[in-house]
């Protein structure tokens, strides 16, 4: 029996996918064509293009009909996730209309294909108190497949990355186990580079003269938690000189500022971070000059003088009234930590001898990593390798497009195992055709290209 895997590759993205299976019919000896892909942005189209020369990249999925896809064995999709509506359904969240994964449903029935991979974020499981996921389970059933989903995290597949996404997949014969035999845990050291070109910038000259490089392992640099991990502006001095007394009062606000009795005593419902006034802050920190200390550090830019917010009822730029974090107007002022996820040009150093967080766009550059005896950002090698792309493959873009693309891709060696079994499924279930009989008319599905 000769095989040939065909699949397609929708909102393919940088075509993590795509390796991941092409990888498991290669270790499998097995041929393997992508016969369709589909992405919209025009630089994962670019770098898509770059690393499969032959791809042909059709547009926006919702515009291409089924008849216009070729036929083809699996389906591969790292679909968005969107709120589905329970309008006008009793039982509510029914219908998966007007939402991305419709077109995956409809290509499922028109097209009939073996099997499916699709991957996505892991708040899905919990997205609308776990109904979404619910909706496109029963939706995927209902199309006879039999449906697995389980959330996976990439350091139990060799990856030094703590990653959790989920997997659902399906077939029409078997359903695929997505246990993992947990590997040996990695380390970023694994795949770090070295001899790289360091930061010389202010902000990291400021850093290494208060710590050494071990020292900085690790650590992270923001004003919204504290902990001996968290390295603070104010540490720094990045504002502004702060005097002993004030980083106590600092340490102290920073702290405060997150309890529950303050709302309950404004009113208000409580967040993460509420303006404390003067006198309540001299309740915690007495000190004759504690206005001017606090003054000081709202002029030097550590504090903001702002009202307290709380969940009000506006009317949106539609008519309609939603509910919102406003300020409260008629309340009393007070101090805040001034806070910002992204504030500083770097928010964590990587410990060499332990894993990444969770890689996203919009910070991935803003990660440092220790190089000799100085600081400087992941390279995109790096950034590749710890999404298990291969070492030929190539992103030849400006570092932020490349991390934009990469903090939204797939890690591959997941992939590669999932679509390994799924193709498994497929020969074994080859193995049990005979005299000839095509699979379609045995089991209801293409498989295309089998020769006996």
């Excluded at 029935?109 to 776990?130: A, I, Q």
């Excluded at 309540?280 to 709202?298: G, P, R, V, W």
């Excluded at 830019?301 to 307290?308: A, D, S, T, V, W």
């Amino acid at each position: 029996m000769s095989t040939t895997i065909k699949f397609i590759d929708l909102f393919a993205g940088i075509g993590g996918m795509r390796l991941g299976l092409e990888q498991a019919c290669k270790s499998l000896e097995i041929k393997s064509e992508c016969v369709f892909t589909s992405e919209i942005k025009s630089t994962a189209i670019k770098v898509y293009q770059q690393n499969f020369s032959e791809a042909k990249i059709w547009g926006d999925i919702t515009e291409i009909s089924s008849a216009e896809i070729p036929d083809f064995d699996i389906l591969l999709a790292g679909f968005p996730c969107q709120p589905f509506s329970s309008a006008g359904t009793r039982q509510g969240f029914l219908d998966t209309r007007g939402t991305l994964f419709f077109e995956i449903e409809r290509i499922l029935k028109d097209k009939s294909p073996f099997g499916f991979l699709l991957e996505n974020v892991e708040g899905l499981v919990k997205h609308d108190d776990g109904r979404t996921l619910a909706t496109i389970l029963r939706k995927l059933e209902e199309l006879d497949y039999r449906v697995t989903c389980e959330v996976l995290n990439a350091k139990d597949f060799g990856i030094p990355q703590d990653r959790k996404r989920v997997y659902i997949t399906g077939t029409k014969t078997n359903p695929i186990s997505l246990k993992n035999t947990k590997k040996d845990k990695p380390v970023l050291s694994d795949i770090l580079e070295t001899g790289c070109p360091t930061l010389e910038t202010n902000f990291v000259k400021k850093l290494l003269a208060q710590y050494s490089v071990d020292e900085l392992y690790g650590k992270s640099i923001k004003d919204k938690r504290g902990g001996e991990d968290n390295i603070h502006s104010w540490d720094l001095e990045l504002k502004g000189n702060v005097s002993l007394e004030q980083k106590e009062l600092l340490n102290l606000l920073l702290k405060q500022r997150r309890r529950k009795n303050w709302s309950a005593k404004k009113g208000i419902q409580w967040m993460d971070g509420i303006p404390l006034t003067l006198d309540e802050i001299e309740t915690f920190y007495q000190h004759k000059n504690l206005k001017q200390m606090l003054d000081d550090l709202a002029n030097k830019g550590y504090l903001k003088y702002e009202h307290p917010k709380d969940i009000q009822e506006v009317v949106n730029k539609d008519g309609k009234k939603v509910k919102k974090r406003e300020y409260r107007l008629d309340l009393p002022k007070g101090y805040n930590i001034i806070v910002g996820k992204l504030s500083f040009p770097i928010n964590k150093i990587l410990n060499p001898h332990d894993i990444a967080p969770t890689l996203v766009a919009t910070d991935m550059q803003k990660l440092a990593v220790v190089d000799g005896k100085g600081l400087r950002c992941l390279t995109i090698r790096e950034g590749l390798r710890l999404f298990g792309f291969p070492e030929d493959y190539q992103i030849n873009l400006p570092i932020n497009k490349a991390f934009d693309l990469l903090g939204n891709t797939v890690v591959v060696t997941v992939v590669q195992e999932i679509t390994k079994r799924i193709v498994i499924n497929i020969v074994e279930t080859c193995r049990d055709v005979v005299d000839n009989v095509s699979i379609k008319n045995i089991i209801n599905y293409t498989l295309i290209n089998i020769n006996y």
